[in-house]
């Protein structure tokens, strides 16, 4: 049994993507229909970016109406990977798994390739992403996401760093 607090998710139970079949994360262009969390995160970075990156001393107050809907990823440009340091709790439940500490290769199908190309395309070339995470496949919870990935670093170290909101589009969080 979970703690859910400490482990909002079922650990005998699979991840919320497990059925899925494929997916895809597809830009949204028109800021119109963004979320406010995905609004939030983008005048954020919108405000602090320095070549499409936050440097890593900016303060994250003005982030906190999404704690629990926000990842930090560290990028390892040696193993070509992206560990999780922080996995926002919420999503942890929503999604059915908790990954503090883990790497991005480590996800299932589809989910890892997914992500893998996404981080390495926005860590090339660093830029704020909108957009949306959609699975395909029969049964499957929480098909659709909302997400907004803001990169931090430096000209000289280049993206070091994500900052990633993410939520079910069935539910959004009112800011």
Known sequence: MSNTYLDPYDREKQPHSAGAEDGSILAMDDCSEWSAGQRLLA???????????????????????????????????ERDDFRYLIYGRSIAKKANMGLDGQWVSDLI???????????????ASPRLF??????????????????AVAPLGTPEQGCTHFIVFTETIDDPRRL
Do not use: C
């Open 130 to 147: 909108v957009g949306r995470l959609v699975y395909v496949g029969i049964d499957i919870p929480n098909r659709e996401w909302v997400r």
């Open 43 to 77: 005048a954020w970075h919108q405000t602090h970016a320095i070549d499409g990156m936050v440097p890593p001393t900016t303060p994250v107050d003005a982030l906190g109406p999404l704690i629990g809907l926000v990842h930090k990823l560290v990028v390892d440009r």
């Open 109 to 123: 199908e589809p989910t890892r390739s997914v992500f893998l190309d996404h981080y390495r395309t926005l860590a």
